[in-house]
T-cell receptor, first 112, second 115 residues
Framework: NAGVTQTPKFQVLKTGQSMTLQCAQD?????MYWYRQDPGMGLRLIYY???????DKGEVPNGYNVSRLNKREFSLRLESAAPSQTSVYFC???????????FGQGTRLTVV | GENVEQHPSTLSVQEGDSAVIKCTYS??????FPWYKQELGKRPQLIID?????GEKKDQRIAVTLNKTAKHFSLHITETQPEDSAVYFC??????????????FGKGTHLIIQP
């Protein structure tokens, strides 16, 4: 049972480049989330998806887009990367909103 | 939206002593309060959670208390051990089950266990 799997684990982008972070879960969870983690800032919610076909903005959505491709997969896209998007990105899933959230291993993104 | 404050940002205790981390939240509709532990370079993992219809919950050396009136909740770790060294995050959620609001996290507490 893999849980939540994110790819890639590390990425370096140049300013203005685009990329998509992939996330998949095998726990049949309905809810999926993308967070970013910056030093001293905790984890901040970028976007979430309550179920397949629905997405909503979180606390820090600017500069990002998401797609809930199916129940298993939830991707995060940076259309034009900026240095301020240098961060560690975590995907998470939960069966329902108020139950344990399981996190992926994280993606360390550096924008130069 | 919800705002979660967490204190202290760093806590150093002697091995075997107790550690207490405190959080306050702003949204009175919040009803789910988990605590996550994150070791260096690893993903956050749930260690304990509490819901608004419960005042206290224990799991071995870990306990969480919730005061809904004051809108604060605390993590208590007794008989601390070296493996307790990590960053701990509190979080709050007001999701009622009809939608996924996501968790609002505190900024974290770096717990250091001194041998």
């Amino acid at each position: 049972n893999a849980g939540v799997t994110q790819t890639p684990k590390f990425q370096v982008l140049k300013t203005g480049q685009s990329m998509t972070l992939q996330c998949a879960q095998d726990m049949n969870h309905n809810s999926m989330y993308w967070y970013r983690q910056d030093p001293g800032m905790g984890l901040r919610l970028i976007y979430y998806s309550a179920s397949e076909g629905t997405t909503d903005k979180g606390e820090v959505p600017n500069g990002y887009n998401v797609s809930r491709l199916n129940k298993r997969e939830f991707s995060l896209r940076l259309e034009s990367a900026a240095p301020s998007q240098t961060s560690v990105y975590f995907c998470a899933s939960s069966a329902t909103p108020n139950t344990e959230a399981f996190f992926g291993q994280g993606t360390r993104l550096t924008v130069v | 939206g919800e705002n979660v404050e967490q204190h202290p940002s760093t806590l150093s205790v002697q091995e075997g002593d107790s550690a207490v981390i405190k959080c306050t939240y702003s949204d009175s509709a919040s009803n789910y309060f988990p605590w996550y532990k994150q070791e260096l370079g690893k993903r956050p993992q749930l260690i304990i959670d509490i819901r608004s219809n419960v005042g206290e919950k224990k799991d071995q050396r870990i306990a969480v208390t919730l005061n809904k009136t004051a809108k604060h909740f605390s993590l208590h770790i007794t008989e601390t051990q070296p493996e307790d060294s990590a960053v701990y995050f509190c979080a709050a959620s007001a999701a009622s089950g009809g939608g996924a609001d996501g968790l609002t996290f505190g900024k974290g507490t770096h717990l250091i266990i001194q041998p």
